[in-house]
Protein backbone atom coordinates (compact mmCIF):
# COMPACT_ATOMS: atom_id res chain seq x y z
CA UNK A 1 0.00 0.00 0.00
CA UNK A 2 1.14 3.72 -0.82
CA UNK A 3 0.79 5.43 2.96
CA UNK A 4 0.70 9.19 2.88
CA UNK A 5 1.09 11.78 5.87
CA UNK A 6 0.10 15.59 5.60
CA UNK A 7 1.31 18.54 7.48
CA UNK A 8 -1.73 19.51 9.68
CA UNK A 9 -3.52 22.40 8.64
CA UNK A 10 -6.01 23.12 11.29
CA UNK A 11 -5.00 26.77 13.77
CA UNK A 12 -1.94 25.29 16.54
CA UNK A 13 -2.08 21.80 15.28
CA UNK A 14 1.49 20.61 15.68
CA UNK A 15 1.12 17.14 15.95
CA UNK A 16 1.53 15.08 12.67
CA UNK A 17 -0.24 11.14 12.25
CA UNK A 18 3.31 9.45 11.45
CA UNK A 19 6.60 9.58 14.13
CA UNK A 20 9.94 8.65 11.72
CA UNK A 21 9.61 5.32 13.58
CA UNK A 22 5.72 4.23 12.52
CA UNK A 23 7.03 5.60 9.20
CA UNK A 24 9.88 3.13 9.79
CA UNK A 25 7.53 -0.01 10.45
CA UNK A 26 4.90 0.45 7.53
CA UNK A 27 8.37 0.62 5.35
CA UNK A 28 9.39 -2.68 6.67
CA UNK A 29 6.10 -4.08 6.35
CA UNK A 30 6.80 -3.76 2.47
CA UNK A 31 5.03 -0.65 2.37
CA UNK A 32 5.34 2.94 0.54
CA UNK A 33 5.64 6.01 2.82
CA UNK A 34 5.23 9.60 1.07
CA UNK A 35 5.80 12.62 3.71
CA UNK A 36 4.95 15.73 3.20
CA UNK A 37 8.09 18.31 3.14
CA UNK A 38 8.19 19.66 6.74
CA UNK A 39 5.05 17.83 8.44
CA UNK A 40 7.03 16.38 11.29
CA UNK A 41 8.53 19.49 12.16
CA UNK A 42 6.46 21.26 14.76
CA UNK A 43 7.06 17.52 16.42
CA UNK A 44 10.74 17.90 16.05
CA UNK A 45 10.83 15.81 13.44
CA UNK A 46 13.14 16.85 10.36
CA UNK A 47 12.50 15.37 6.72
CA UNK A 48 16.02 13.80 7.30
CA UNK A 49 14.25 11.77 9.58
CA UNK A 50 11.75 10.76 7.64
CA UNK A 51 14.15 9.66 4.61
CA UNK A 52 16.11 7.74 7.32
CA UNK A 53 13.41 5.97 8.11
CA UNK A 54 12.75 5.12 4.67
CA UNK A 55 10.15 7.25 3.80
CA UNK A 56 9.85 9.41 0.39
CA UNK A 57 9.78 13.01 1.15
CA UNK A 58 6.91 14.64 -1.34
CA UNK A 59 7.22 18.65 -1.87
CA UNK A 60 3.10 19.04 -1.79
CA UNK A 61 0.51 17.82 -0.32
CA UNK A 62 -1.53 17.50 -2.84
CA UNK A 63 0.82 15.08 -4.48
CA UNK A 64 0.66 13.09 -1.30
CA UNK A 65 -3.11 12.90 -1.22
CA UNK A 66 -3.11 11.86 -4.82
CA UNK A 67 -0.39 8.93 -4.66
CA UNK A 68 -1.62 7.20 -1.55
CA UNK A 69 -3.85 4.58 -0.81
CA UNK A 70 -4.38 5.26 2.84
CA UNK A 71 -3.45 8.99 4.42
CA UNK A 72 -2.98 9.13 7.92
CA UNK A 73 -3.03 12.67 9.83
CA UNK A 74 -4.44 13.93 13.28
CA UNK A 75 -7.41 15.87 13.17
CA UNK A 76 -10.07 16.01 10.96
CA UNK A 77 -9.67 16.87 6.96
CA UNK A 78 -10.50 20.60 6.87
CA UNK A 79 -12.43 22.13 4.10
CA UNK A 80 -9.59 23.41 1.97
CA UNK A 81 -8.52 19.09 1.71
CA UNK A 82 -11.84 18.04 0.73
CA UNK A 83 -10.60 18.28 -2.85
CA UNK A 84 -8.22 15.98 -2.50
CA UNK A 85 -11.12 13.20 -1.71
CA UNK A 86 -11.44 10.77 -4.07
CA UNK A 87 -13.64 6.91 -4.49
CA UNK A 88 -11.76 4.57 -2.33
CA UNK A 89 -9.27 6.77 -0.91
CA UNK A 90 -8.74 5.56 3.00
CA UNK A 91 -8.63 8.35 5.51
CA UNK A 92 -7.01 7.54 9.15
CA UNK A 93 -7.25 10.09 11.19
CA UNK A 94 -9.74 11.48 14.30
CA UNK A 95 -12.88 12.45 12.43
CA UNK A 96 -15.30 13.33 14.97
CA UNK A 97 -18.19 13.53 12.17
CA UNK A 98 -21.04 13.45 14.86
CA UNK A 99 -20.04 17.37 15.38
CA UNK A 100 -19.43 18.37 11.28
CA UNK A 101 -22.08 17.44 8.53
CA UNK A 102 -20.49 19.18 5.81
CA UNK A 103 -16.90 16.72 6.34
CA UNK A 104 -19.48 13.68 6.81
CA UNK A 105 -21.66 14.78 3.13
CA UNK A 106 -17.82 15.27 1.98
CA UNK A 107 -16.58 11.86 2.39
CA UNK A 108 -20.03 10.11 1.96
CA UNK A 109 -20.14 11.92 -1.65
CA UNK A 110 -16.52 11.08 -2.49
CA UNK A 111 -16.82 7.43 -1.55
CA UNK A 112 -13.86 7.56 0.83
CA UNK A 113 -13.52 4.94 3.03
CA UNK A 114 -13.28 6.63 6.51
CA UNK A 115 -11.61 5.16 9.49
CA UNK A 116 -12.12 7.31 13.08
CA UNK A 117 -9.78 6.92 15.62
CA UNK A 118 -12.03 7.89 18.28
CA UNK A 119 -14.52 4.97 17.13
CA UNK A 120 -12.08 1.89 17.66
CA UNK A 121 -13.14 0.46 21.03
CA UNK A 122 -11.91 -2.84 22.39
CA UNK A 123 -14.33 -5.66 23.87
CA UNK A 124 -13.41 -4.15 27.32
CA UNK A 125 -15.63 -0.59 26.41
CA UNK A 126 -12.29 0.94 26.15
CA UNK A 127 -11.09 4.07 23.68
CA UNK A 128 -7.83 3.01 22.93
CA UNK A 129 -6.13 6.05 20.66
CA UNK A 130 -8.53 8.60 22.44
CA UNK A 131 -6.80 7.35 25.53
CA UNK A 132 -3.04 8.68 25.41
CA UNK A 133 -4.74 12.07 24.48
CA UNK A 134 -6.53 11.90 27.63
CA UNK A 135 -3.51 11.06 29.27
CA UNK A 136 -1.65 14.18 28.01
CA UNK A 137 -4.65 16.71 28.89
CA UNK A 138 -4.94 15.24 32.28
CA UNK A 139 -1.41 15.79 33.15
CA UNK A 140 -1.61 19.27 31.49
CA UNK A 141 -4.62 20.42 32.85
CA UNK A 142 -2.49 20.98 36.39
CA UNK A 143 0.61 22.61 35.02
CA UNK A 144 -1.78 24.95 32.48
CA UNK A 145 -3.54 25.53 35.61
CA UNK A 146 -1.09 26.08 38.10
CA UNK A 147 0.25 28.79 35.86
CA UNK A 148 -2.72 30.52 35.52
CA UNK A 149 -2.82 30.57 39.31
CA UNK A 150 0.19 32.58 39.02
CA UNK A 151 -0.60 36.55 39.82
CA UNK A 152 1.22 38.03 36.36
CA UNK A 153 -1.62 35.52 34.39
CA UNK A 154 -4.40 37.18 36.26
CA UNK A 155 -4.72 34.04 39.26
CA UNK A 156 -5.17 34.78 42.32
CA UNK A 157 -1.46 33.73 43.26
CA UNK A 158 -1.35 30.55 45.29
CA UNK A 159 1.26 28.21 44.63
CA UNK A 160 0.01 24.94 44.89
CA UNK A 161 2.63 23.37 46.42
CA UNK A 162 2.43 25.86 49.88
CA UNK A 163 5.85 26.06 51.45
CA UNK A 164 6.87 25.30 55.00
CA UNK A 165 4.20 27.29 57.03
CA UNK A 166 2.05 28.01 54.60
CA UNK A 167 -0.81 25.96 53.61
CA UNK A 168 -0.96 24.09 50.15
CA UNK A 169 -3.13 25.05 47.56
CA UNK A 170 -6.68 22.83 46.68
CA UNK A 171 -7.15 21.29 43.97
CA UNK A 172 -10.63 19.40 42.85
CA UNK A 173 -10.68 16.79 40.47
CA UNK A 174 -14.58 16.32 38.95
CA UNK A 175 -14.49 12.69 36.97
CA UNK A 176 -11.90 10.42 37.28
CA UNK A 177 -11.51 8.98 34.28
CA UNK A 178 -8.53 9.08 32.27
CA UNK A 179 -8.32 12.74 32.30
CA UNK A 180 -9.21 12.70 36.04
CA UNK A 181 -6.75 9.94 36.76
CA UNK A 182 -3.60 11.75 35.42
CA UNK A 183 -4.64 15.18 36.65
CA UNK A 184 -4.68 13.41 39.93
CA UNK A 185 -1.00 12.13 39.68
CA UNK A 186 0.33 15.29 39.08
CA UNK A 187 -1.61 17.52 41.21
CA UNK A 188 -0.27 14.74 44.30
CA UNK A 189 3.39 14.91 42.56
CA UNK A 190 2.90 18.86 43.16
CA UNK A 191 1.93 17.93 47.27
CA UNK A 192 -1.17 19.81 46.39
CA UNK A 193 -4.69 19.22 48.85
CA UNK A 194 -6.28 16.77 46.11
CA UNK A 195 -10.18 15.87 46.09
CA UNK A 196 -11.61 13.57 43.54
CA UNK A 197 -15.55 13.60 42.62
CA UNK A 198 -17.24 11.21 40.74
CA UNK A 199 -20.65 9.20 41.02
CA UNK A 200 -19.04 5.99 40.03
CA UNK A 201 -17.84 4.74 43.34
CA UNK A 202 -15.84 1.65 41.76
CA UNK A 203 -13.18 4.40 40.48
CA UNK A 204 -13.32 6.19 43.81
CA UNK A 205 -12.22 2.93 45.84
CA UNK A 206 -9.71 2.54 43.26
CA UNK A 207 -7.88 6.19 43.82
CA UNK A 208 -8.90 5.64 47.29
CA UNK A 209 -6.83 1.97 47.84
CA UNK A 210 -4.22 3.77 45.50
CA UNK A 211 -3.51 6.99 47.50
CA UNK A 212 -5.08 6.62 50.60
CA UNK A 213 -4.71 9.85 52.86
CA UNK A 214 -3.17 11.69 50.40
CA UNK A 215 -6.52 12.58 48.35
CA UNK A 216 -10.40 12.80 49.75
CA UNK A 217 -12.80 10.65 47.20
CA UNK A 218 -16.16 12.14 47.27
CA UNK A 219 -19.45 11.66 45.48
CA UNK A 220 -20.10 13.82 43.06
CA UNK A 221 -23.47 15.16 44.21
CA UNK A 222 -24.12 19.19 43.92
CA UNK A 223 -23.88 19.61 47.40
CA UNK A 224 -20.44 17.84 47.46
CA UNK A 225 -19.33 19.99 44.28
CA UNK A 226 -20.84 23.56 45.82
CA UNK A 227 -18.78 22.42 48.85
CA UNK A 228 -15.72 21.45 47.57
CA UNK A 229 -15.61 24.58 45.10
CA UNK A 230 -15.73 27.42 48.41
CA UNK A 231 -12.36 25.91 48.81
CA UNK A 232 -11.07 25.03 45.77
CA UNK A 233 -7.45 27.24 43.79
CA UNK A 234 -7.79 24.59 40.71
CA UNK A 235 -10.48 22.97 39.95
CA UNK A 236 -10.46 20.64 36.61
CA UNK A 237 -13.46 18.60 34.87
CA UNK A 238 -12.76 15.47 33.26
CA UNK A 239 -16.31 14.50 33.11
CA UNK A 240 -17.99 12.02 30.38
CA UNK A 241 -21.30 10.95 29.83
CA UNK A 242 -20.31 8.77 26.87
CA UNK A 243 -22.08 9.81 23.66
CA UNK A 244 -24.13 12.61 25.06
CA UNK A 245 -22.90 16.40 25.75
CA UNK A 246 -21.16 16.79 29.26
CA UNK A 247 -23.11 18.04 32.24
CA UNK A 248 -22.81 21.40 32.86
CA UNK A 249 -22.36 20.25 36.86
CA UNK A 250 -20.59 23.45 37.34
CA UNK A 251 -22.99 26.11 38.12
CA UNK A 252 -22.05 30.12 38.18
CA UNK A 253 -23.82 30.57 41.30
CA UNK A 254 -21.50 28.49 42.96
CA UNK A 255 -18.70 31.15 41.70
CA UNK A 256 -19.33 34.14 44.10
CA UNK A 257 -18.42 31.86 46.79
CA UNK A 258 -14.82 30.85 45.34
CA UNK A 259 -11.59 33.05 46.16
CA UNK A 260 -11.20 35.54 43.19
CA UNK A 261 -8.32 34.58 40.58
CA UNK A 262 -9.12 30.90 40.91
CA UNK A 263 -9.06 28.57 38.10
CA UNK A 264 -11.22 26.30 36.12
CA UNK A 265 -9.44 23.96 33.66
CA UNK A 266 -12.54 22.89 31.77
CA UNK A 267 -11.39 19.74 29.53
CA UNK A 268 -14.88 18.47 28.89
CA UNK A 269 -14.81 21.25 26.42
CA UNK A 270 -14.55 19.23 23.31
CA UNK A 271 -18.05 17.81 24.14
CA UNK A 272 -19.56 21.48 25.70
CA UNK A 273 -18.06 22.02 28.78
CA UNK A 274 -18.86 21.31 32.25
CA UNK A 275 -19.75 25.07 33.05
CA UNK A 276 -22.50 27.42 32.47
CA UNK A 277 -20.41 29.83 30.46
CA UNK A 278 -18.19 27.36 28.77
CA UNK A 279 -16.67 28.12 25.34
CA UNK A 280 -13.70 26.97 23.77
CA UNK A 281 -10.57 28.67 23.42
CA UNK A 282 -7.83 28.45 21.47
CA UNK A 283 -3.73 28.36 22.57
CA UNK A 284 -3.00 31.84 21.89
CA UNK A 285 -5.97 33.19 24.20
CA UNK A 286 -6.50 30.02 26.09
CA UNK A 287 -8.45 31.86 29.08
CA UNK A 288 -11.36 34.44 29.71
CA UNK A 289 -12.71 35.76 33.17
CA UNK A 290 -16.22 35.19 34.30
CA UNK A 291 -17.12 36.68 37.74
CA UNK A 292 -13.74 36.77 39.03
CA UNK A 293 -13.16 32.97 38.15
CA UNK A 294 -10.19 32.54 35.43
CA UNK A 295 -11.72 29.56 32.76
CA UNK A 296 -9.34 27.43 30.44
CA UNK A 297 -10.98 25.83 27.89
CA UNK A 298 -9.14 24.78 25.29
CA UNK A 299 -10.52 22.32 22.70
CA UNK A 300 -6.96 20.64 21.97
CA UNK A 301 -4.88 20.79 24.79
CA UNK A 302 -2.50 18.00 23.67
CA UNK A 303 -1.66 20.01 20.65
CA UNK A 304 0.14 22.22 22.91
CA UNK A 305 3.30 19.56 23.63
CA UNK A 306 2.95 18.17 20.23
CA UNK A 307 6.07 15.98 20.08
CA UNK A 308 4.97 13.93 23.07
CA UNK A 309 1.24 14.17 22.08
CA UNK A 310 2.56 12.55 18.62
CA UNK A 311 4.39 9.98 19.83
CA UNK A 312 2.20 9.05 22.44
CA UNK A 313 -1.02 9.20 19.96
CA UNK A 314 1.61 6.65 16.82
CA UNK A 315 1.80 4.28 20.15
CA UNK A 316 -1.87 3.91 20.30
CA UNK A 317 -3.04 4.12 15.90
CA UNK A 318 0.08 1.93 14.31
CA UNK A 319 -1.62 -1.49 15.64
CA UNK A 320 -4.35 -0.78 14.13
CA UNK A 321 -2.97 1.21 11.03
CA UNK A 322 -0.74 -1.18 9.53
CA UNK A 323 -3.52 -4.12 9.99
CA UNK A 324 -5.51 -2.13 7.44
CA UNK A 325 -2.01 -1.99 5.48
CA UNK A 326 -1.40 -5.40 5.48
CA UNK A 327 -4.45 -6.88 4.34
CA UNK A 328 -7.22 -4.12 3.05
CA UNK A 329 -9.15 -2.04 4.71
CA UNK A 330 -12.20 -4.73 4.15
CA UNK A 331 -9.78 -8.02 5.39
CA UNK A 332 -9.15 -5.66 8.26
CA UNK A 333 -12.97 -4.92 9.38
CA UNK A 334 -13.85 -8.48 8.40
CA UNK A 335 -10.66 -9.57 11.23
CA UNK A 336 -11.09 -6.83 13.58
CA UNK A 337 -13.67 -5.75 16.02
CA UNK A 338 -12.01 -2.49 16.66
CA UNK A 339 -11.46 -1.77 13.52
CA UNK A 340 -15.18 -2.43 12.02
CA UNK A 341 -16.03 0.13 14.91
CA UNK A 342 -13.70 2.65 13.75
CA UNK A 343 -14.62 2.74 9.84
CA UNK A 344 -17.16 5.81 10.16
CA UNK A 345 -18.04 5.81 5.54
CA UNK A 346 -17.49 3.72 3.57
CA UNK A 347 -18.66 3.17 -0.37
CA UNK A 348 -20.71 6.46 0.08
CA UNK A 349 -22.77 5.07 2.99
CA UNK A 350 -22.78 5.93 6.87
CA UNK A 351 -21.08 3.05 8.83
CA UNK A 352 -21.08 4.58 12.15
CA UNK A 353 -24.99 4.10 14.18
CA UNK A 354 -23.94 7.59 15.95
CA UNK A 355 -23.17 9.74 13.27
CA UNK A 356 -26.10 8.72 11.20
CA UNK A 357 -28.32 9.03 13.73
CA UNK A 358 -26.74 13.14 14.49
CA UNK A 359 -27.70 13.36 10.69
CA UNK A 360 -30.77 11.55 9.95
CA UNK A 361 -29.03 9.64 7.45
CA UNK A 362 -29.23 6.07 6.80
CA UNK A 363 -27.24 3.58 8.63
CA UNK A 364 -25.13 0.73 7.03
CA UNK A 365 -23.75 -2.20 8.48
CA UNK A 366 -20.39 -3.59 7.49
CA UNK A 367 -20.24 -7.35 6.90
N1 LIG B 1 -9.80 19.53 25.79
C1 LIG B 1 -9.00 18.59 25.32
O1 LIG B 1 -8.00 18.84 24.66
C2 LIG B 1 -9.30 17.16 25.65
C3 LIG B 1 -8.30 16.18 25.46
C4 LIG B 1 -8.61 14.86 25.83
C5 LIG B 1 -9.88 14.52 26.32
N2 LIG B 1 -10.81 15.52 26.45
C6 LIG B 1 -12.17 15.26 27.00
O2 LIG B 1 -12.10 15.04 28.40
C7 LIG B 1 -13.29 14.33 28.78
C8 LIG B 1 -12.93 13.20 29.72
O3 LIG B 1 -12.20 12.20 28.99
P1 LIG B 1 -11.75 10.84 29.69
O4 LIG B 1 -10.95 10.11 28.66
O5 LIG B 1 -11.17 11.11 31.00
O6 LIG B 1 -13.16 10.12 29.87
P2 LIG B 1 -13.47 8.89 30.85
O7 LIG B 1 -14.68 8.22 30.30
O8 LIG B 1 -12.24 8.08 31.09
O9 LIG B 1 -13.84 9.60 32.23
C9 LIG B 1 -14.99 10.36 32.45
C10 LIG B 1 -15.37 10.26 33.89
O10 LIG B 1 -16.41 11.21 34.16
C11 LIG B 1 -17.22 10.61 35.16
N3 LIG B 1 -18.49 11.34 35.30
C12 LIG B 1 -19.60 11.30 34.53
N4 LIG B 1 -20.53 12.14 35.02
C13 LIG B 1 -20.01 12.70 36.14
C14 LIG B 1 -20.48 13.63 37.09
N5 LIG B 1 -21.70 14.13 37.01
N6 LIG B 1 -19.66 13.99 38.10
C15 LIG B 1 -18.41 13.49 38.20
N7 LIG B 1 -17.91 12.59 37.33
C16 LIG B 1 -18.70 12.21 36.31
C17 LIG B 1 -17.35 9.17 34.69
O11 LIG B 1 -17.84 8.32 35.71
C18 LIG B 1 -15.91 8.88 34.29
O12 LIG B 1 -15.17 8.36 35.38
C19 LIG B 1 -13.95 13.90 27.47
O13 LIG B 1 -14.98 14.79 27.14
C20 LIG B 1 -12.82 14.01 26.47
O14 LIG B 1 -13.30 14.17 25.15
C21 LIG B 1 -10.54 16.81 26.11
Known amino acids: MVVGCVKEIKKFEGRVGLTPSAAREYVNAGHQVLIETNAGIMSGF ?55 EKLTKALLSAKVKGVAYETIILDDGSLPCLKPMSEVAGRLSIIEGA ?60 LDDLYGNKITTL ?10 LEKADLVVSGVLLPGA ?76 GLIIANIGLEAAFKASKPIKAGVNTYDGKCTCKGVAESFSLPYFELS
Not at 48 to 63: C, L, M, P, R, T
Not at 161 to 179: D, M, Q
Not at 305 to 317: G, P
Open 46 to 100: SDGDYSKAGAEIVEKAEQVWKRSDMIIKVKEPLEAEFGFFREGLIIYTYLHLAAD
Open 147 to 206: KRLEKPFGGSGVLLSGVPGVERGNVVILGAGVVGENALKIAVGLEANVTVLDINLKKLTY
Open 219 to 228: YSSADNIEKS
Open 245 to 320: KAPKIIKRSYYKSMRPGSVIVDVAIDQGGSTEVSHATYHDDPVFVVDGINHYCVANIPGAVSRTSTIALNNATIKF
